[in-house]
């Protein structure tokens, strides 16, 4: 009932005036019963027993009162606040006006379920089948972007490129709102980077997905959920920032709900700049060939807005239908200027050149989404159908010089088309059983042009047309799963089945090379859980997933980063399969809560990328180097053995400490071209998060991760770890909170790699972020809860909660 009354306060009261009944004011007031302070925003419900409906309603002030006119009668009041105990008042007679007194309401730890800190204080839900991460709460990240938020999210890391992986495995899906987005959909490391934090509400960590998800992601999906707030009338949220690399950005949402028509908007604009750095250190095993070693700088300078919009009607009772729209606009600049310094091993002479690549990028999204969602009589029976229309683009333009003379133009112009049909119906069967089906359709279409012109003889650029390609590439794919559910006493378990047929084109019209691939696989899922009291419980989890190679893995033609590197796809290029086992066990106990997981996972045709020699050879300064080639190749099995567990403890109710500890061990066996590629690797990732309220009641949080050394067939990365910290004050009656944040506080976010090779031997330094970043916030809300509560519809989650 709880999750419908806010639906139909604004039709009740309307339609109480509209009717001639005597009306008469029924008060009161709401605290909470442990602190004894005032509940904002608790919502007062009259449930019409005659009628069958709620007769009308209202919210408490900033004082926690309340003052409702209301027919006379006899009703059920309800009184209700987000992670509270509901009070229920059982035929009221109301004949005339009165103060129905205070009334206090207690924690309901019992329906939290796993909850680890409770409503509006909460930063992570920790679940047996996933973790959910609240980024209203979390300072470090306000003013951020989304890829700041996924490092601070459990079991979750960002490395220096800003790719994403989870318990170690690169091989994540991220979506939007329960499905696949153009606004991570062409470089999603660098779209994260550009999506603002303060438009999302929380991020889903599923380690255990169910058949309903799609198959894709070795290593899981991270859902992120975008802002929509679910408060009756007008009300939402302004907030500034700026920093240090310039950075300024300015966000907004807003939402109107009234009657049966709730209209949303989140809008941001994002500008920043940064610094960058990369070496790389390169010494061949040829005594002829000259050492190269490279120090490239850039300045990178980043601005786009962002807007998603949409409007939901409320059809009838039990039936809903959102049309939303997404669009983004953004650009870029990036000044990069590459010091090469060559010394030939035999005479100890060094030579010295300058190639400098000022590259500009432009790129879009435009989504249309349409979701209807039908709820029938028997609770829990439903259906729901989805359609969604995307095009992005991405185009980058870039004009290298040598030593001061221009000698290439290098363009990539990348557009993207998808369509998404997807449709789920649930059933219950009983009380405690129900099944689920449904059907998806991904299509799309991406399209590559990549030119290169060189500088001829007669001082003029001339496109290369054995360098530059067209490259065309479709993926469609079709799905249908089921699953059936059931809970037995302590014992609950959900089994599903899901069957996935994809098709690939390849297509080249400048080489005139085209190549057509199709497989099917079916993905059996198992997650079965097992409450051993109120506190604690287990989960077994297996599923089959796979990796698909995505576009730019699998085109043959090279585009270079430098005259000595250059990346290369692979046409026959396999997906990867994985069969994943887990095992989770989840206990509170006092003020703790420990969730923990025992995993373990088996690959087979892994693709990984491998650096060899490609045979060609370039001059610089009169001297001959090897090129390079840096690509991905099918390389045998992979065994992934794990543990984690996160520790979250709560001394106060100003007090909160979360920590995420894994460690995992990788075994690969494998060569290429004869070449022993194998690898075992031992490594460990933790995080440590902790918020003190201070005196004047200001909150400080400060965020430690560290992410251990790992090896590889060819890689040593080495361990790095970073500080990130923040303040953040409630002012203005606590309408408004203004925060400051510092990240990489010891500008240690840098990523160290030694490569070896079978003909050289290379020392690599990357650092994106520029070292450490100041950002000042400003959030002012309006008519709304200091933290929004979450909405009534779940946006991708499991239908079935284990």
Same mark, same amino acid.
């Given at each position: 009932?709880?999750?419908?009354?806010?639906?139909?306060?604004?039709?009740?009261?309307?339609?109480?005036?509209?009717?001639?009944?005597?009306?008469?004011?029924?008060?009161?007031?709401? =605290?909470?019963?442990?602190?004894?302070?005032?509940?904002?925003?608790?919502?007062?419900?009259?449930?019409?027993?005659?009628?069958?409906?709620?007769?009308?309603?209202?919210?408490?002030?900033?004082?926690?009162?309340?003052?409702?006119?209301?027919?006379?009668?006899?009703?059920?009041?309800?009184?209700?606040? =987000?992670?509270?105990?509901?009070?229920?008042?059982?035929?009221?007679?109301?004949?005339?006006?009165?103060?129905?007194?205070?009334?206090?309401?207690?924690?309901?730890?019992?329906?939290?379920?796993?909850?680890?800190?409770?409503?509006?204080?909460?930063?992570?839900?920790?679940?047996?089948?996933?973790?959910? +991460?609240?980024?209203?709460?979390?300072?470090?990240?306000?003013?951020?972007?989304?890829?700041?938020?996924?490092?601070?999210?459990?079991?979750?890391?960002?490395?220096?490129?800003? &790719?994403?992986?989870?318990?170690?495995?690169?091989?994540?899906?991220?979506?939007?709102?329960?499905?696949?987005?153009?606004?991570?959909?062409?470089?999603?490391?660098?779209?994260?980077?550009?999506?603002?934090?303060?438009?999302?509400?929380?991020?889903?960590?599923?380690?255990?997905?169910?058949?309903?998800?799609?198959?894709? &992601?070795?290593?899981?999906?991270?859902?992120?959920?975008?802002?929509?707030?679910?408060?009756?009338?007008?009300?939402?949220?302004?907030?500034?920032?700026?920093?240090?690399?310039?950075?300024?950005?300015?966000?907004?949402?807003?939402?109107?709900?009234?009657?049966?028509?709730?209209?949303?908007?989140?809008?941001?604009?994002?500008?920043?700049?940064?610094?960058?750095?990369?070496?790389?250190?390169?010494?061949?095993?040829?005594?002829?060939?000259?050492?190269?070693?490279?120090?490239?700088?850039?300045?990178?300078?980043?601005?786009?807005?962002?807007?998603?919009?949409?409007?939901?009607?409320?059809?009838?009772?039990?039936?809903?239908?959102?049309?939303?729209?997404?669009?983004?606009?953004?650009?870029?600049?990036?000044?990069?200027?590459?010091?090469?310094?060559?010394?030939?091993?035999?005479?100890?002479?060094?030579?010295?050149?300058?190639?400098?690549?000022?590259?500009?990028?432009?790129?879009?999204?435009?989504? +249309?989404?349409?979701?209807?969602?039908?709820?029938?009589?028997?609770?829990?029976?439903?259906?729901?159908?989805?359609?969604?229309?995307?095009?992005?683009?991405?185009?980058?333009?870039?004009?290298?010089?040598?030593?001061?003379?221009?000698?290439?133009?290098?363009?990539?112009?990348?557009?993207?088309?998808?369509?998404?049909?997807?449709?789920?119906?649930?059933?219950?069967?009983?009380?405690?059983?129900?099944?689920?089906?449904?059907?998806?359709?991904?299509?799309?279409?991406?399209?590559?042009?990549?030119?290169?012109?060189?500088?001829?003889?007669?001082?003029?650029?001339?496109?290369?047309?054995?360098?530059?390609?067209?490259?065309?590439?479709?993926?469609?794919?079709?799905?249908?799963?089921?699953?059936?559910?059931?809970?037995?006493?302590?014992?609950? +378990?959900?089994?599903?089945?899901?069957?996935?047929?994809?098709? +690939?084109?390849?297509?080249?019209?400048?080489?005139?090379?085209?190549?057509?691939?199709?497989?099917?696989?079916?993905?059996?899922?198992?997650?079965?859980?097992?409450?051993?009291?109120?506190?604690?419980?287990?989960?077994?989890?297996?599923?089959?997933?796979?990796?698909?190679?995505?576009?730019?893995?699998?085109?043959?033609?090279?585009?270079?980063?430098?005259?000595?590197?250059?990346?290369?796809?692979?046409?026959?290029?396999?997906?990867?399969?994985?069969?994943?086992?887990?095992?989770?066990?989840?206990?509170?106990?006092?003020?703790?809560?420990?969730?923990?997981?025992?995993?373990?996972?088996?690959?087979?045709?892994?693709?990984?990328?491998?650096?060899?020699?490609?045979?060609?050879?370039?001059?610089?300064?009169?001297?001959?180097?090897?090129?390079?080639?840096?690509?991905?190749?099918?390389?045998?099995?992979?065994?992934?053995?794990?543990?984690?567990?996160?520790?979250?403890?709560?001394?106060?109710?100003?007090?909160?400490?979360?920590?995420?500890?894994?460690?995992?061990?990788?075994?690969?066996?494998?060569?290429?071209?004869?070449?022993?590629?194998?690898?075992?690797?031992?490594?460990?990732?933790?995080?440590?998060?902790?918020?003190?309220?201070?005196?004047?009641?200001?909150?400080?949080?400060?965020?430690?991760?560290?992410?251990?050394?790992?090896?590889?067939?060819?890689?040593?990365?080495?361990?790095?770890?970073?500080?990130?910290?923040?303040?953040?004050?409630?002012?203005?009656?606590?309408?408004?909170?203004?925060?400051?944040?510092?990240?990489?506080?010891?500008?240690?976010?840098?990523?160290?790699?030694?490569?070896?090779?079978?003909?050289?031997?290379?020392?690599?330094?990357?650092?994106?972020?520029?070292?450490?970043?100041?950002?000042?916030?400003?959030?002012?809300?309006?008519?709304?809860?200091?933290?929004?509560?979450?909405?009534?519809?779940?946006?991708?989650?499991?239908?079935?909660?284990?």
């Amino acid at each position: 009932m709880g999750k419908r009354i806010h639906l139909f306060v604004f039709l009740s009261l309307f339609s109480t005036l509209l009717f001639a009944q005597k009306e008469v004011t029924i008060s009161g007031k709401v =605290i909470d019963k442990e602190t004894n302070e005032p509940l904002e925003y608790a919502t007062i419900a009259f449930f019409n027993k005659k009628e069958n409906k709620i007769e009308t309603g209202g919210i408490t002030d900033l004082k926690g009162n309340f003052s409702i006119p209301v027919p006379v009668g006899s009703y059920n009041i309800t009184i209700e606040y =987000i992670s509270f105990k509901t009070i229920t008042i059982a035929n009221k007679q109301i004949s005339k006006s009165e103060n129905i007194g205070a009334y206090s309401l207690e924690l309901d730890t019992e329906s939290l379920g796993e909850v680890e800190i409770i409503a509006e204080r909460t930063t992570v839900e920790i679940k047996l089948d996933k973790k959910i +991460y609240n980024v209203g709460k979390d300072l470090t990240v306000s003013g951020g972007s989304v890829s700041d938020v996924l490092d601070n999210v459990p079991s979750v890391s960002v490395d220096a490129e800003g &790719g994403v992986a989870l318990r170690g495995n690169d091989n994540v899906r991220i979506l939007i709102n329960g499905k696949p987005s153009g606004l991570v959909g062409l470089n999603s490391a660098e779209a994260l980077q550009q999506l603002p934090a303060d438009a999302i509400e929380k991020v889903e960590v599923i380690t255990s997905p169910s058949a309903r998800y799609e198959a894709e &992601g070795t290593g899981g999906i991270i859902n992120i959920i975008l802002r929509r707030s679910k408060l009756l009338g007008f009300n939402g949220s302004v907030t500034a920032n700026v920093g240090h690399p310039d950075a300024a950005g300015l966000s907004g949402n807003i939402n109107y709900r009234t009657g049966n028509v709730n209209i949303f908007n989140t809008t941001s604009y994002r500008y920043r700049e940064s610094v960058g750095r990369w070496y790389n250190d390169v010494k061949y095993f040829d005594e002829n060939t000259p050492d190269l070693d490279e120090k490239r700088n850039w300045d990178d300078t980043r601005k786009g807005i962002t807007t998603n919009t949409g409007i939901e009607w409320y059809i009838t009772d039990s039936a809903s239908l959102t049309n939303s729209i997404v669009y983004s606009d953004n650009s870029s600049y990036n000044n990069s200027i590459n010091n090469l310094v060559q010394l030939n091993k035999i005479t100890n002479e060094t030579s010295r050149s300058v190639r400098r690549d000022p590259e500009e990028g432009e790129s879009g999204t435009f989504q +249309y989404a349409l979701n209807f969602m039908k709820d029938f009589k028997t609770d829990g029976h439903k259906f729901s159908f989805d359609f969604q229309f995307e095009n992005s683009n991405d185009d980058e333009y870039s004009l290298i010089s040598v030593d001061g003379l221009d000698t290439d133009i290098l363009q990539t112009l990348e557009d993207e088309q998808q369509i998404l049909l997807q449709t789920d119906y649930v059933l219950p069967l009983g009380e405690n059983s129900q099944i689920e089906l449904g059907y998806r359709g991904d299509f799309t279409t991406t399209e590559t042009d990549y030119q290169v012109s060189l500088l001829n003889d007669a001082g003029a650029f001339e496109l290369n047309t054995n360098l530059s390609n067209l490259f065309n590439f479709k993926q469609y794919l079709n799905a249908a799963y089921f699953q059936f559910g059931s809970k037995i006493d302590k014992f609950s +378990y959900l089994l599903g089945l899901r069957l996935e047929n994809t098709k +690939y084109t390849l297509d080249q019209p400048t080489s005139g090379d085209f190549k057509r691939k199709n497989f099917t696989g079916l993905f059996p899922t198992v997650n079965v859980s097992y409450k051993f009291n109120e506190d604690a419980s287990m989960t077994v989890g297996y599923n089959r997933r796979l990796r698909r190679p995505r576009g730019f893995m699998l085109n043959p033609f090279p585009s270079r980063s430098s005259l000595t590197n250059v990346f290369q796809g692979n046409p026959d290029l396999d997906p990867t399969y994985s069969s994943v086992f887990d095992i989770g066990y989840l206990n509170r106990f006092g003020k703790f809560t420990l969730s923990s997981s025992v995993y373990y996972s088996h690959s087979t045709d892994v693709m990984t990328f491998l650096s060899r020699d490609n045979g060609e050879t370039v001059f610089i300064n009169g001297e001959e180097f090897p090129v390079i080639e840096r690509g991905p190749v099918n390389l045998a099995t992979d065994d992934r053995y794990g543990f984690e567990f996160n520790l979250n403890y709560s001394p106060t109710r100003k007090w909160r400490i979360n920590s995420d500890f894994n460690i995992y061990k990788l075994e690969r066996n494998g060569s290429f071209e004869d070449v022993n590629l194998t690898a075992n690797n031992l490594t460990w990732n933790a995080r440590l998060t902790n918020k003190l309220t201070l005196p004047y009641s200001v909150d400080w949080q400060t965020n430690f991760s560290y992410r251990g050394p790992t090896v590889d067939s060819q890689n040593d990365r080495r361990a790095s770890g970073t500080v990130n910290t923040a303040f953040s004050k409630d002012i203005l009656k606590e309408k408004a909170s203004i925060a400051f944040n510092v990240r990489d506080v010891f500008n240690t976010g840098v990523s160290r790699n030694d490569i070896t090779a079978d003909t050289f031997t290379s020392y690599q330094e990357i650092q994106f972020r520029g070292g450490t970043t100041y950002n000042l916030a400003f959030t002012y809300r309006f008519n709304q809860q200091k933290q929004q509560q979450r909405g009534e519809r779940g946006e991708g989650g499991e239908t079935m909660e284990m």
